[in-house]
């Protein structure tokens, strides 16, 4: 019997030069994944947050700041998703070596989440959600879109309700 192996399956993932780990002021452990961008800058996941770091700069989101992220095969490049400032475009070097970032983004953003709902108000949904923080502490987080009157009493009112429950439900109360 004949087997052939892809030699694509044990392709390593990248490994973030020390010189960016040490300013990164992590251990090789800490370090989930790592992946080289377009610009020269690295991404790395960490256990407790995502990192962008180049040869001048380091920038850190704790993963209870990252709302999602949305992979972009066509271009190459991922897309932030943050709770509070702009969305960060990360542009992929290569999307196939790529992949154990990505599974690790995702991973850690949704290991933040405890529970969560979607409240209908009449301007839009609003999420409502309860995370773990960087230090294990969990706290409520009100995400709306943009269209969303969070100061409006009515959805004000929905709002609060929802939070009970979500802070009920993980035990908060």
Do not use: I
């Amino acid at each position: 019997m004949t087997y052939r192996v892809s030699v694509g399956l044990f392709r390593r993932a990248p490994r973030l030069p020390d010189a960016y780990r040490q300013r990164l002021a992590l251990t090789a452990d800490q370090v989930l994944a790592a992946v080289e961008l377009a610009d020269h800058r690295w991404a790395v996941a960490s256990r407790r947050a995502l990192h962008v770091v180049d040869a001048e700069r380091v920038r850190r989101w704790p993963w209870a700041q990252v709302d999602h992220g949305s992979l972009d095969a066509e271009q190459h490049s991922l897309t932030v998703h943050l709770v509070e400032g702009p969305d960060l475009v990360l542009e992929l070097v290569d999307q196939t070596s790529s992949r154990p970032f990505a599974g690790a983004f995702r991973e850690r953003v949704q290991s933040s989440v405890v529970c969560s709902c979607d409240v209908s108000a009449p301007s839009g949904v609003v999420f409502v959600t309860v995370r773990r923080g960087e230090d294990g502490a969990l706290f409520t987080q009100v995400v709306g879109p943009g269209t969303s009157d969070l100061h409006d009493p009515d959805v004000a009112a929905l709002v609060e309700d929802a939070k009970a429950s979500m802070r009920e439900a993980a035990g908060l109360t």
